[in-house]
C-alpha cells in the first residue's frame, strides 16, 4: 500500500471502529464506508467512497428520509471516475477542505511547548466525562449527541485492548483539549485535537498531537503517523514536521 491508500484506511478504520463494537450500523463494500449511528450528528454519520452513482443517491436518501446530517467525505484513492461529477449532481457542496498529511515519527522532536498542559489517557470515567466536557463546550449545538455517543461507547474506549486511545489536556488543572489516537497496520492517526478557544497560542493542540504520537511510539514502536488538518492548522504540522500528501473535501450535509 503506498502511504497515502494507508492514511485512507487509517482514516475508515477510525470512522467504524467504535461504531461497529457499538452494533451501529456499518457498511463497508468495494472500499466504500457507510456509517449509521442513528444519532443526530454529522460528527457521527459518515459516508466515504460509495461504488456507484446510484449508491451516492441512496446513501444520501438514507439520511436524509430519516432528517439525520451527515459527513460526505470526498478524496480517497478508490473512488471511481465520475465520483466528482455525480456528488455534484445530487447537490452535494464540499465546504470544508482538509489537508492529509503523514510524519515519520523517529524524526520528531518531542519538544514541550506548553509547560502548564498535562495531558492524561483517558483511562476511567471521570476522565472520559472531561474529555466529553471539552467537546461538548466547543460544539454546544451538538452538546446531547455527543454525550449519547461516546457515553454508550465507553466499555470500549476504556478497554486496556482498545486501538483507539482517548486523551485530554489539563491547563492548570482545567480540562481544555483533546486528542485522539488510531492504531492500525503501523500507521498511528491523530485525530480529534481540540483545543477550547480561550487556551488557544499556547502550543496545546502540538502538545496534544505529540503526545499522541509518542504513545504510538512508545508503547507500539510505530513508526509513521498521519492525521488531516485544516488550513488554519496545516502549518503548525508542518513545523512539527509532517508534509502533506492529498487533500479531502467534507460535505457537512444538514437535514433537508
Do not use: H
Not at 451501529?24 to 456509517?35: H, L, N, P, R, T
Not at 432528517?67 to 464540499?94: H, M, R, T
Not at 483507539?164 to 497496520?185: H, I, N, R, S, W
Amino acid at each position: 500500500m503506498t502511504l497515502s491508500e494507508k492514511l485512507d484506511a487509517n482514516i475508515m478504520g477510525k470512522f467504524v471502529y467504535l461504531p461497529k463494537l457499538m452494533r451501529m450500523e456499518v457498511i463497508e463494500q468495494s472500499g466504500g464506508v457507510v456509517v449509521d449511528t442513528n444519532i443526530p450528528c454529522d460528527m457521527f454519520n459518515i459516508v466515504c467512497c460509495p461504488k456507484s452513482a446510484l449508491d451516492v443517491k441512496s446513501v444520501c436518501d438514507r439520511f436524509w428520509s430519516r432528517n439525520l446530517p451527515f459527513a460526505f467525505w470526498v478524496g480517497f484513492d478508490n473512488e471511481y471516475s465520475d465520483f466528482q461529477n455525480d456528488i455534484e449532481k445530487i447537490g452535494l457542496n464540499c465546504d470544508e477542505t482538509e489537508s492529509g498529511m503523514a510524519v515519520s515519527i523517529d524524526e520528531l522532536d518531542f519538544e514541550i511547548f506548553c509547560e502548564k498542559l498535562e495531558i492524561e489517557l483517558v483511562s476511567n470515567a471521570e476522565l472520559l466525562q472531561d474529555f466529553i466536557t471539552v467537546y461538548k463546550n466547543l460544539i454546544p449545538n451538538d452538546a446531547n449527541a455527543i454525550e449519547k455517543f461516546y457515553k454508550e461507547a465507553a466499555p470500549f474506549i476504556l478497554d486496556p485492548n482498545s486501538r483507539l486511545k482517548l486523551f485530554v489536556g489539563f491547563y492548570e488543572g482545567m480540562p481544555v483539549a483533546t486528542g485522539a489516537l488510531f492504531l492500525q497496520d503501523n500507521i498511528a492517526g491523530v485525530w480529534d485535537v481540540t483545543t477550547l478557544p480561550k487556551f488557544r497560542r499556547k502550543g496545546i493542540g502540538t502538545d496534544m498531537t505529540l503526545y499522541a504520537l509518542k504513545y504510538a511510539k512508545d508503547s507500539r514502536n510505530y513508526g509513521i503517523g498521519v492525521l488531516t488538518a485544516s488550513s488554519d492548522g496545516e502549518s503548525i504540522y508542518q513545523k512539527i514536521g509532517f508534509r502533506k500528501i492529498k487533500e479531502f473535501r467534507i460535505a457537512n450535509v444538514s437535514v433537508k
